[in-house]
């Protein structure tokens, strides 16, 4: 059986739209991003690396899915895309975080934005 | 993460490790340091990464001047850019790249390397060694 994603694309992109999302690690994604543009002498700033990683997951297809992957006991949801002519590991998931009111809010996190550190297909056959 | 002050180091286009003036305001990782980035905040870093870039160079230029008494059309020759530009980021309307940032600094903190920096130093004596063969071997490269 093929595995599906845990979160849905339509719900990531709504996150993203509303500005509910949260970069823990930049040194896996916009850093990432900045470095490759760097090595292309196409150099790309905080906000423009940053833009390039969220358009680039906003652009996935469901076919670009890789795998889920279980990360500090947590669901995340892997993709390999390319993306500007260049391939990329992809990997997010949606938590809840508390608000200060004690409400819940989805939030896209835990987001990974680089180069492909292995070979992997997708499940729609593209090859990373 | 903890919200603290943080002074990078931050990238810039070219500049791939800026230390800001001013410290901002951010989530960083207590342990690894690693900064966490909420909606709006890779802008705010921007801008301060910018400024910060901006103020050092308009003081780069500012030493010079004053150190080697040398005009802002001299210096503009010496670093290899238009006067105009020069006067642009000397007053902070304009962001260098980073070379021209660099040549900056290093011709503010070196008073050695602004004389090495002109275009006479030291060239009577490179033509006298330079052997008269490898001198016709590149001018018929360039033919």
Known sequence: MTEVAKYPLSEVFELIMQ??????????????????????????????????????IQSLKPENFYKRQTQWG?????????????????????????KEDGSMKKILQQISFHPPERKLVTVGGIKL | MLLTMVRGPFWWKDFASVTLI??????????????GRQPGDAKIVDRATEATIRALTGMFIENIIAREKCSQLVLAKRVGITPEYLSGIKTGTRTPGFQTYNILKILSENASAFKISDPQFHIDKIIAELPIESYHQALKKLA
């Open chain 1, 19 to 56: 500005n509910k999302y949260w970069f823990s690690a930049p040194s896996r994604s916009s850093r990432e991003v900045q470095r490759v543009y760097a090595t292309l002498l196409k150099p790309k700033t905080d906000d423009e690396a940053e833009q390039f990683v969220l358009e680039g």
């Open chain 2, 22 to 35: 001013e410290p901002l305001e951010l989530l960083a990782c207590s342990n690894c340091g690693e900064i």
């Open chain 1, 74 to 98: 947590l669901v995340v949801d892997v993709y390999g895309l390319i993306f500007d002519n260049k391939p990329w590991f992809v990997k997010f998931a949606i938590e809840l975080d508390e």
